[in-house]
């Protein structure tokens, strides 16, 4: 489906939802901000902050942590466009296969990630060994810095429905990433826009005393939701159209 997309309407739509709903939005994120700092810190004073297996045990955590709370957060988002009236408290609660799905899918594409990375970073330093790795950001590790955000960016605009066909569809692991693809393809550059958008949102949310993400955090949630369901929806039979071309 080749229907053009409105960044302009997609905003607006953004915007209005956000308008309505907007104590569910900084509620959701005070929350994830507090817990994020407390469990930081709970694990941090019985582990030692600095031993590798309170890092490794306190990514494990935290990845769970997200992956349950952005479920709910999608959860409530998507009952709250599709019905009139308040949440009510079960819709809080994250479905547990869902959250699931999703740890798995973040898990394969992790590992899809780093394998990437760690392909394009063993061919460029075999090809220029006189360079020193141990400054990141020095100007030698340009090119590889870019060379490996080229692919990750790509990757992540084609992946970023994800969630969204979990939560929305009951889709499972495998099924969402394939059908994320399906849908993203041939809306890379509207998609790419939408994500400067997003990443300028949290720029000036981070700039106000870093209290703007209280909002811009979720409202950049939302404007993927309110993307993912006007695409959809440009399909005339949406979910047997998604599935059937995913899966060829």
């Known amino acids: 489906m080749n229907k053009p997309f409105s960044v302009n309407e997609i905003m607006s739509e953004a915007w209005n939802f956000a308008k309505k709903n907007i104590w569910i939005l900084l509620g959701f994120t005070a929350v994830q901000f507090v817990v994020i700092i407390m469990i930081t810190t709970f694990l941090s004073g019985l582990l030692g902050g600095e031993s590798p297996t309170a890092v490794v045990l306190q990514n494990v955590i935290l990845s769970l942590f997200d992956a349950f709370f952005t479920v709910a957060f999608y959860q409530v988002i998507f009952k709250q466009i599709d019905e009139e009236g308040e949440p009510q408290f079960p819709d809080f609660v994250p479905n547990l296969m869902k959250a699931l799905n999703f740890v ?88 790419f826009v939408l994500f400067l958008i997003i990443l300028g949102l949290n720029i000036l949310g981070a700039m106000a005393l870093f209290i703007g993400l209280l909002f811009t955090v979720p409202f950049s949630s939302l404007i993927l939701i309110i993307t993912y369901r006007q695409m959809v929806n440009s399909y005339a039979d949406e979910e047997d159209i998604l599935i059937e071309n995913s899966e060829k």
């Not at 499972?172 to 059908?179: D, M, R, T, V």
Request: charged content about 10%; overall charge negative; some cysteine.
């Open 104 to 191: 798995l899918v973040k898990l394969i594409i992790g590992i899809m990630l780093v394998f990437l990375i760690g392909i394009i970073s063993l061919i460029y330093f075999r090809n220029a060994p006189e360079i020193e790795a141990t400054e990141a950001f020095s100007p030698e590790m340009w090119p590889v810095l870019l060379l490996i955000a080229i692919p990750v960016t790509y990757f992540t605009i084609r992946l970023c429905f994800v969630v969204c066909f979990i939560v929305d569809q009951e889709s499972g692991a495998s099924e969402s990433i394939s059908q994320s693809w399906t849908l993203t393809k041939n809306h890379f550059w509207f998609i």
